[in-house]
């Protein structure tokens, strides 16, 4: 065999052409095992998968429960202003009732609560502390909000 092109025969052109092929699907297939063989590399990019999975449902979840705590928050202020309304009409007495049925519903409330929401809860009452007076009439609308849900639960 001769190295100058011009003077093989066909028979050696097409071995040199499958031996070139050969060569070629080698590299590959040893390409490819390294990369299998990269355990850390392989762990690293499905690691940023996860995690990127998980702080896509993390913004979802949060995102869900501000807008759950924004639509309780309003309906809170409507039945705080409802409450507060018939307590000034009903006096001191009734004041006391519902002060005492209010601490009751939010143990129970608290007693239910997942963690999570109990962690942003606390992150909340340390901004409500800030502002004490907006802060009550939230409770006493909060408050108002679980006695309703009660008393349409308990005439079911």
């Not at 690293?44 to 979802?60: C, K, P």
């Not at 202003?81 to 009732?97: F, R, W, Y």
């Not at 049925?101 to 999570?116: K, M, Q």
């Not at 340390?126 to 408050?143: E, P």
């Amino acid at each position: 065999m001769s190295d100058a092109a011009g003077s093989r025969t066909p028979e050696e052109e097409a071995l040199a052409g499958e031996i070139e092929r050969t060569r070629e699907q080698l590299g590959e297939t040893v390409e490819a095992l390294a990369a299998k063989a990269d355990v850390k590399g392989r762990a690293q990019r499905r690691g940023a998968e996860v995690t990127g999975n998980l702080r896509g449902r993390a913004r979802a979840a949060k995102d869900k429960v501000t807008e759950q705590a924004g639509e309780l928050r309003d309906e809170a202020a409507a039945k705080a202003a409802q409450a507060k309304n018939a307590a000034q009409g009903a006096g001191a007495p009734v004041a006391g009732q519902v002060a005492s049925r209010a601490a009751a519903a939010g143990r129970a409330v608290r007693d239910i609560t997942p963690a999570p929401v109990q962690r942003s809860a606390g992150r909340a009452v340390v901004i409500v502390r800030g502002h004490r007076g907006k802060a009550a009439a939230a409770a006493l609308a909060a408050t108002a909000v679980i006695l309703g849900w009660l008393a349409v639960r308990r005439r079911r």
